[in-house]
C-alpha cells in the first residue's frame, strides 16, 4: 500500500479572503487529482496556526486492486 498526503495552506484573515477561497477551491480538485490515480482518502486534519490554518489529507493506495 501506498501513502501520500495533500496539505493545503491557507490564511485565516478575513482580508486573504480571496486566497482563502482559491485554496479551498483547489483542494477538490487536488483530491480528484489524486483519486483518478487510484488514490483514496484515508483522514483529514486540520492544524491551526496563528495566520494560517494547514489541511492535511492522507490518500492510501492499494496495489492489491
Not at 11 to 17: A, C, L, Q, W
Not at 39 to 59: E, F, K, P, Q, R
Amino acid at each position: 500500500m501506498d501513502f501520500t498526503t495533500l496539505p493545503t495552506t491557507m490564511p485565516v484573515s478575513d482580508v486573504e479572503h480571496a486566497a482563502r477561497a482559491q485554496k479551498i477551491a483547489e483542494r477538490p480538485n487536488d483530491l480528484r487529482a489524486h483519486g483518478r490515480t487510484g488514490y483514496t482518502l484515508a483522514s483529514t486534519l486540520t492544524v491551526t496556526g496563528t495566520n494560517y490554518v494547514t489541511i492535511i489529507d492522507t490518500l492510501t493506495k492499494d496495489h492489491a486492486k
